[in-house]
């Protein structure tokens, strides 16, 4: 099975970002545990004050598919929606070389 990845950039609502950061933490604990999440990692860019951006590493599909229907993910959704200017932009991606692949 190839692993997948996905890169989301999440808009935010000026001047909010450390606060969407403090609450997406609960994601964070909550993957710990999924076997197949490899990487869940939150960035920050300067240039883009208002977004934060994810990067994740799954070992495969139906990985993906376990974390996107976990319980806590469906809770997490409002948790995060009082900080969002507007939908995820989210790209689906398929690894293709690189360190630690």
């Known amino acids: ?10 808009p935010l609502k000026p001047g909010v970002r450390d606060e969407a950061a ?3 933490q609960t994601a964070v ?7 197949g999440t490899l ?16 990067y994740e590493l799954y070992t495969g599909q139906d990985a993906l598919v376990a974390h996107s229907s976990a319980d806590w993910f469906k809770a ?3 948790t995060l ?3 969002m200017a507007g939908r995820p932009e989210m790209h689906f991606l398929a690894p293709l070389t690189g360190k630690g692949l």
């Open 81 to 83: 929606a009082p900080f």
């Open 29 to 35: 604990d909550n993957v710990q545990s999924e076997d």
């Open 76 to 78: 997490f959704g409002p």
């Open 22 to 24: 403090a609450a997406f």
């Open 1 to 10: 099975m190839s692993k997948v990845a996905m890169w989301v950039r999440l």
């Open 39 to 54: 990487l869940y990692i939150l960035h920050a860019e300067d240039a883009d004050a208002d977004a934060l951006f994810v």
